[in-house]
């Protein structure tokens, strides 16, 4: 991996692409590894993590639940109208 990184051109581009490598904090986002990472830190900490999310869903609900609500309200009706334009037609409409 160290033959990927080269050093900088002296005008500070490169005709070759991006210089340089990611750094040791986001290196597993390169290498896919960061799901497996994720759910090695819920199993070693479950009960943190399940407080996170809930902080996390009530923030996202208290200050974007009229968004939320109003965008699964659309979505909802899509689907009535939907099936009603099924059950009219006998086929779908899209």
């Not at 009530?58 to 009229?66: D, E, I, N, Q």
Request: with cysteine; charged share 15%; net charge neutral.
């Amino acid at each position: 991996m160290d033959d990927a990184v080269r050093p900088p051109a002296p005008h500070g581009a490169s005709p070759e692409g991006p210089v340089g490598a990611l750094g040791e904090p986001f290196g597993m986002l390169a290498s896919g590894e960061w799901q497996k990472t994720a759910l090695e830190t819920v199993r070693k900490h479950p009960i943190p993590c399940l407080v996170g999310a809930a902080a996390v869903g009530f923030l996202v609900g208290r200050y974007r639940g009229k968004a939320i609500v109003g965008a699964l309200a659309g979505v909802a009706a899509n689907m009535v109208l939907r099936q009603i334009g099924e059950s009219f037609v006998g086929g779908d409409l899209g």
